[in-house]
């Protein structure tokens, strides 16, 4: 991912114009995650020596391989988007201004945040880094001077790769954009001296800086040269740490100044014409968060255009393009660069404009109109005319572009019929008719599958092949009609590239399973023992086919032995054995009974099937064994790639304030991890659709305590001891660490989160033992019907801790020793908590962030000033006012009298 | 001649003059059956197809050609013949139209005339016989075109309306030789594309379902008819789907009728003739085509056609020729689940099954009675069919059936409101209950209660294969099986004469096996197989009857030897119960004094008394022989076929008269 970035690097030969390397290497390839842009401007010199020596010669060979095909099969993003993606960052970035803001403002910040940085080790072996670092930096510092020579800086590369993908036409723009920017930056000179060396500089450059402190610092600085810079950083982290904060990046898109928003688009951008399922969770993000806006402004607002941009499927062409054809590419840069070098002494960055502008910047209302209203129209058409015409001239791209034009389609027509499913079966009266309409709407749905679909919530790539519509179940709700899908994927490379699978019609699972022939296939086995003498329940039967009883019978029935034997044909080889005996098999009617009786008591506890709980058979169900049979009835199932998924779509129902929760969870799970705290949770994903509407990741194999207690009739304890064994085994003692670890995880969740309706129904009970908390539509500030009910700091009942061994015993001490580690190490990283929910406070309406005290309360949780030994009271307090808070039991029979929950 | 005058006459009489006029069409006609008409008039052909047709006549006249005639005017009509083809291209519809209908009335007259003669003759007298192959291959490329063209749906549907007339001209449709080049040059891609399209089939899906079962029809079991091989391996859903489609509407709209009669208090039963043939495709493709099990399922909202307005579709101000039921069109609109929340979800199954319910209450009449038999064949294949089994008895998948029960002085009407929502199996298993209670009559329908009682044992060997315990009021079947049983015994003598009242006891004895034997394998509860014995015990005497019937008639000479013979080996089992618990219960009774016990008490017996009964394990008890058309039901089909081509030629023919509305659509398009 990090070669994103670095590929800049080739392009920016403008410093020096050196014949001796073609195509020049870059050195900025190093193989850390997070390499700092800037290291790609150290000039070439400095790329002969290399310091790393596991990065230097390996990417020279990348990069310089005359096949370009190798090449990219390895790094993913190729030289264009990238190039496309930095030609956009100029529009907004003045490098030199950008550089100059930094080391003056940041250094304020950096001494804050020393404080913090020096609790945490930097790894020694990575002394690469700080050669790089410097070596940056006083580049930098040479830089800075004759910026007009195309900026050294990292937005200055950036121009040139803009040219590098925007191509021949860049000259045109720049002459156009020129003045404005040039008067921009003049303005913006005359207001920061370029001062001494930075130190926040250094530290944005360093290993250290991490997506975390980026979002953080954007969040946080005024100061639009630290934002664009960071805006710019944001192209040099790995995707997936980006996407975790993409809420975050999104809703300051959405609810910030206009610089924050300058700095963020072109990455949003960037990663949108590279992705799909960027794209659309970006409009969808978007959506959701742009609806707290009152509606007049909300229409006009920046977000909702990007979304509109997003939507209309403009963001589609370069990016995938070049992707696709590294061929063009080659051929495409050597021509283009005498070009940058013009541009970049000229102008610097604003070549980018073009690109970003045939984009549709938020300038004007729509990208369409803009090209008749703005100068630079021309340079726009003439750019998005020669996208175009590349687009033509290579026969074999034309028709996957063709495909590309509805690229966003399939998907949101899929996550819109989901919808409207739920939008009408909330329409209907009864369970039973919601969860036939269900079936009867999936089976139809089930006819334009497979497509290229996917679940947005899954963790690989993959396309839907089917809905195994019976399966699929209504879930309790009042008025609203939230239900959960099983649905069946193929695993693939990549969804965008991978072809669709074709359809297999349903019957076809016949041929299938035959030809199969598993042994582990139940229908098979099934089959097997079709005939009588084979089925294995009456192996243990032959006491019952005695001499005695035949005897008897004899007596009984004297024609038996005349006519036993009529169906020859039919008999099995066993029976064929009694057959030439000439003894007929006799069985005892009280072993039949006794079989029917022991099975039915045997079959796996499902539930009585009822109308008003549709869900609980279903969700009973262990899902391996679910797994497995609908992998049985499914014609993909016999597919190696296939698997089985599940989703809760919800309709009606805000899950922001889940993803909220999810992002925290995550944040802290990670952080646990991290610090090597063995506490456990299980964070799992939503996908916010809109602000209305969403799909949420079930959590498989787990019941609700309220469940257990009500099928079981046991206490927890009890229940442990029935699923586990006796509280001296293995498999006890396992589950109980789980049980313990988990709660210690949640207790510090609902502790941090003020976590509320901690009713029995909200807290599920998985396999391992692990408690799940889940629901958090109560936190921070919220709390349900503002009863003031849960006023102690977590739920922790004598129930959980008889499950712990009781109070003073080896694991409930364990118990509180885990809290109290959890308690330090989520101390420790508290700003990465802090950012997540500090920034999705902008704008926003949602009853967490209810009052003022939202994120000063948070933090107070964390409680900075106390030492560690004071942490330890404090754990013991919290722990001791849980057991003895009468207000959890309140709050439990509260709910047992209202909503019938045990 | 004269009768012709007549009917000219008679399509004349509304106009004022007293004196009948001849049509210029209708002195062309005569014209051709003089001489070469283009000898004087070199336009006559172009100028014939601007005519309006009229039918009767051309048709008439060709009847009346006598023997000697034929010879001197076939290469006229050859002629004729050929030029309708030629029409068929041209690019005035009119001409297009009349063509069409002028082939109409070649087929049906030149058939009419030679209804004794082989079709070689025909065939001749029509196009020639060097030329027959070329003409037929233009003619079904010219239908094949119109029909997958973009052109008027009027026209697409005469069409459909020539080839059911050239399909039907004959009573048996395997003896109709011109058909030979309907196989050659199949049509059948045209019609499944029809079926594909929502709008081409909400107007002409119930011509071509019935067009394409006929087809198939097509000397079935003497040849290789390329329709059977292309049907069974359809795999494209839309098109299957719409196939379902149009049988389904068209058992709806039979229901409806049926509803709407019985609410009027009307009473009495009405023609199934209309069905009969969609009920055909349904069996075709239930039988021949394994991707259509998947349609069956297929769910979709119920169409209640009292609520469904009839909206005529702008492009058909009615269906020209008629044989369509008349509100088609509303099919258009089903496509989309509308929103209403009293809609129950359906499916074809479950529509078929209420249209099943109503058709077999009355099997009298013959019609009626081969209705009730094609659809308890239908039901057969599905028995059988494991995707279907698996989608019956899906326990996710619930619905209401309601079935139409027959008003009986014993029972209850219209209790059915309360029906619960079920497994879709638990219905079809109503569905022979209620047969097999409603039909013990003189008039003993013993085919259909083979079929019945073998639906049922496939059902069970499912379940019993598969282990799926259904909670299915089993107590219903036993009671309605032993009564049955009651019934076979008390007309011994008036059923013997007709039927082997043994097998179908055996079938049913076999069945009371099943239960005693695997009950374990697929009884719901462990009460379910206390009842089972309740029950046998209760009934004991019907088993002791039969018992004493079979061992008389096996112990006789007779042809009745055998059979009855085997009904004696199957009743062991049933016999050991009674033999076992009967005393265990009279001395139950006697120990505690109680003269009469009640239902908990013989359950409380029969619990405590397991242990010492032994039963014999009887083999292949859930084996069953597989459904195979050919040859047990050649016969059947061969009837129903015919019956349904007459029925089809007469609603083709009753319509030409409609064509005005036809030529009055074209005559403003040009």
């Known amino acids: ?902 | 001649m004269s009768q012709v005058e007549k009917k000219v006459g008679l399509l004349r009489r509304s106009s004022s003059s007293k004196k009948p006029l001849k049509e210029k069409v209708v002195l062309m006609y005569d014209e051709i059956f003089k001489e070469d008409p283009s000898k004087h008039n070199p336009r006559f052909w172009d100028e014939l197809f601007l005519m309006k047709v009229n039918l009767e006549y051309l048709e008439s006249k060709l009847e009346s050609v006598d023997g000697e005639e034929v010879q001197r005017i076939q290469d006229n009509i050859n002629s004729l013949f050929h030029h309708c083809v030629q029409a068929l291209g041209e690019e005035h519809q009119i001409k297009v139209v009349n063509a069409l209908q002028t082939l109409c009335a070649l087929f049906r007259g030149v058939h009419q005339k030679n209804k004794s003669s082989s079709g070689f003759d025909i065939i001749n007298m029509l196009m020639g016989f060097d030329k027959a192959e070329l003409r037929m291959k233009d003619l079904m490329e010219s239908l094949d075109s119109l029909l997958c063209g973009d052109g008027s749906e009027s026209l697409k549907s005469l069409c459909l309306k020539l080839l059911l007339c050239l399909v039907t001209v004959t009573d048996n449709i395997s003896q109709n030789t011109i058909l030979e080049y309907v196989m050659i040059n199949s049509i059948f891609e045209a019609i499944l594309q029809i079926l594909s399209d929502v709008s081409s089939r909400g107007q002409h899906g119930y011509d071509a379902v019935v067009l394409l079962a006929l087809l198939v029809n097509y000397r079935k079991y003497e040849s290789v008819n390329p329709y059977i091989v292309k049907l069974s391996i359809v795999d494209d859903e839309p098109t299957l789907d719409g196939m379902g489609m149009v049988v389904h509407h068209a058992l709806t709209e039979y229901s409806r009728q049926y509803k709407a009669k019985e609410e009027e208090n009307q009473g009495g039963f009405f023609s199934t003739l209309t069905t009969m043939a969609i009920l055909l495709a349904l069996y075709e493709a239930v039988h021949l085509n394994r991707n259509f099990i998947t349609v069956l399922a297929q769910s979709h909202p119920e169409i209640d056609m009292g609520v469904t307005s009839i909206s005529p579709s702008p492009t058909t101000p009615t269906t020209p020729l008629g044989t369509s039921p008349p509100s088609l069109d509303a099919m258009n609109n089903q496509e989309q689940l509308t929103l209403d929340p009293n809609l129950q979800t359906s499916n074809l199954l479950i529509t078929f099954l209420k249209y099943a319910s109503i058709v077999m209450q009355d099997t009298k009449e013959e019609h009626r009675l081969n209705s009730a038999r094609l659809c308890l064949i239908i039901l057969t294949c599905i028995a059988e069919d494991q995707y279907a089994d698996s989608f019956l008895h899906d326990d996710n998948m619930n619905f209401r059936v309601n079935l139409h029960k027959m008003p009986m002085r014993h029972r209850k009407k219209g209790v059915d409101k309360n029906i619960p929502c079920r497994p879709l199996v638990c219905a079809v298993l109503d569905l022979m209950v209620e047969f097999i209670v409603t039909h013990m009559m003189k008039e003993f329908p013993m085919d259909l209660y083979m079929r019945c009682v073998q639906i049922i044992h496939k059902l069970i060997c499912y379940q019993k294969k598969c282990r799926i315990r259904l909670h299915y009021t089993w107590r219903e079947l036993w009671s309605a099986l032993i009564n049955l049983l009651k019934f076979l015994l008390s007309n011994e003598t008036t059923l013997l004469a007709k039927h082997n009242i043994f097998h179908l006891a055996l079938l049913v004895v076999n069945l009371f096996n099943m239960f005693i034997t695997y009950g374990d394998t697929f009884l719901p509860t462990s009460n379910s197989y206390d009842e089972l014995y309740y029950e046998v015990v209760r009934m004991h005497q019907v088993f002791d009857n039969l018992y004493c019937m079979v061992l008389r008639v096996s112990t006789n000479t007779g042809q009745w030897k055998e059979p009855a013979s085997k009904v004696t080996h199957s009743l062991v089992n049933v016999r050991a119960i009674i033999n076992h618990f009967n005393p265990k219960i009279e001395s139950y009774a006697a120990v505690n004094h109680i003269s009469q016990l009640s239902e908990e008490q013989v359950l409380e017996v029969v619990r405590t008394n397991y242990d010492t009964l032994t039963l014999k394990l009887q083999d292949g008890l859930d084996q069953f022989e597989r459904y195979s058309e050919q040859p047990r039901e050649a016969a059947f089909f061969k009837e129903l076929v015919r019956s349904i081509s007459l029925n089809v030629r007469r609603n083709v023919s009753l319509s030409t008269m409609s064509q005005d509305l036809l030529l009055k659509e074209f005559s403003t398009i040009s």
């Open chain 1, 1 to 902: 991912m990090g070669d994103a970035e670095l590929e800049l690097s080739p392009s920016p030969p403008e410093a020096e114009p050196s014949p001796v390397q073609p195509s020049p290497p870059s050195p900025s390839h190093s193989p850390s995650p997070s390499p700092s842009p800037s290291i790609s401007i150290t000039s070439s010199p400095s790329l002969s020596l290399p310091s790393t020596p596991s990065s230097g010669p390996h990417h020279h060979g990348l990069r310089r391989s005359p096949s370009p095909s190798e090449g990219h099969g390895g790094s993913s993003p190729a030289l264009d988007v990238i190039s496309e993606g930095m030609g956009e960052l100029t529009l907004v970035i003045d490098s030199e201004v950008a550089n100059r803001a930094c080391q003056e403002v940041l250094l304020k910040v950096k001494q804050q945040q020393q404080g913090v940085e020096e609790g945490s080790e930097v790894p020694d072996p990575h002394a690469a880094t700080n050669t790089a670092t410097t070596t940056t930096t006083t580049t930098s510092e040479q830089g800075l001077p004759n910026g007009d020579l195309g900026g050294p800086g990292t937005p200055g590369a950036v121009t040139g790769g803009g040219v590098c993908g925007v191509g021949v036409k860049a000259p045109l723009i720049r002459e156009e954009e020129d003045p404005s920017s040039a008067a921009k930056s003049a303005r913006r000179r005359q207001r920061h001296n370029p001062s001494k060396q930075s130190w926040l500089l250094r530290l944005f450059e360093s290993k250290l800086f991490d997506v975390s402190m980026a979002i953080s610092y954007l969040h946080n600085s005024k100061e639009p040269g630290v934002q664009a810079y960071i805006g710019n950083r944001l192209f040099s982290f790995p995707h997936e740490d980006v996407d975790f904060y993409l809420p975050q990046l999104l809703n300051m898109y959405v609810h910030m100044d206009e610089d924050v928003g300058d700095a963020i688009k072109p990455y949003v951008v960037h990663r949108c014409r590279q992705s799909i399922s960027f794209s659309l969770q970006c409009a969808w993000l978007l959506g959701a968060y742009s609806s707290d806006m009152h509606i007049s402004t909300q229409r006009h607002s920046r977000g909702t255009k990007l979304r509109k941009l997003i939507l209309s499927d403009e963001l589609k062409p370069a990016g995938a393009r070049a992707r696709r054809d590294p061929p063009t590419l080659s051929l495409f840069c050597p021509s283009a660069k005498p070009l940058h070098g013009a541009l970049a002494a000229g102008g610097g960055p604003a070549g980018g404009l073009a690109g970003l502008g045939a984009l549709g910047g938020e300038h004007s209302l729509s990208p369409s109109k803009r090209t008749h209203q703005r100068s630079k129209s021309d340079a726009t058409v003439s750019v998005s005319l020669s996208s175009n015409l590349k687009r033509t001239s290579s026969n074999p791209r034309v028709e996957s572009n063709q495909e590309e034009t509805v690229r966003l389609t399939p998907q949101r027509e899929f996550i819109k019929s989901l919808m409207g499913i739920g939008k009408r079966l909330a329409t209907l009266p009864t369970k039973e008719q919601k969860t036939q309409r269900l079936i009867s709407e999936l089976s139809l749905l089930n006819h334009k599958l497979p497509a290229r679909v996917w679940l947005p919530t899954a963790p690989f790539d993959h396309h839907v092949v089917r809905v195994p519509h019976s399966q699929a179940v209504v879930l309790n709700s009042k008025d609203k009609a939230p239900y959960l899908i099983y649905v069946e994927v193929l695993e693939c490379e990549n969804f965008e590239t991978s072809s669709v699978p074709t359809r297999i019609p349903e019957t076809r699972i016949r041929s299938t399973r035959s030809v199969e022939n598993l042994p582990q296939c139940g229908m098979t086995a099934e089959q097997r023992t079709a005939s009588f003498s084979t089925v294995p329940n009456y192996d243990n039967d032959d006491e019952a086919w005695s001499v005695d009883d035949m005897g008897e019978l004899q007596v009984e029935l004297p024609d038996v032995h005349t006519n036993s034997c009529d169906n020859i044909s039919q008999f099995s080889v066993d029976s064929i054995t009694s057959l030439e005996s000439k003894e007929p098999v006799f069985i005892a009617a009280g072993d039949i009974r006794r079989r029917l009786s022991e099975q039915l008591a045997h079959t796996p506890t499902t539930f009585k099937r009822d109308p008003e709980d549709p869900s609980a058979v279903a969700l009973k169900e262990p899902w391996l064994e679910k797994v497995r049979r609908i992998r049985e009835n499914s014609p993909y199932g016999h597919l190696p790639h296939w698997r089985l998924l599940s989703v809760i779509v919800k309709c009606g129902d805000d899950l922001r304030q889940e993803l909220l929760a999810y992002q925290v969870l995550q944040q802290l799970q990670c952080v646990w991890e991290m610090e090597r705290v063995p506490l456990w949770i299980k964070p799992y994903k939503i996908l916010v659709l809109s602000s209305d509407s969403g799909m949420i990741e079930p959590v498989v194999n787990a019941v609700s305590i309220h469940q257990v207690k009500k099928h079981s009739q046991l206490s927890l304890l009890d229940y442990f001891l029935q699923e586990h064994g006796c509280p001296t085994t293995e498999a006890f003692l396992s589950a109980q660490r789980s049980f313990v670890q988990s709660c210690a995880g949640y207790s510090l969740i609902c502790y941090l989160l003020q976590v509320k309706d901690r009713h029995n129904g909200n807290i599920l009970l998985d396999a391992e033992g692990h408690i799940i908390h889940i629901d958090f539509g109560f936190i921070l500030s919220s709390s349900p019907k503002n009863l003031g009910f849960e006023t102690s700091a977590f739920k922790l009942t004598s129930e959980f801790v008889d499950v712990m061994g009781g109070q003073d015993r080896d694991m409930f001490n364990y118990y509180k020793m885990l809290m109290l580690q959890g308690l330090i190490a989520a101390r420790k990283h508290m700003d990465k908590v802090i950012a997540i929910v500090e920034i999705m406070q902008q704008g926003s309406h949602l009853p967490c962030f209810h009052g003022s005290g939202t994120i000063r309360g948070l933090k107070e949780r964390f409680h900075m000033s106390l030492t560690e030994e004071q942490l330890q009271v404090l754990v013991e307090q919290m722990v001791e006012g849980s057991m003895r808070s009468i207000t959890t039991k309140l709050y439990d029979g509260f709910q047992y009298f209202t909503n019938g929950i045990m």
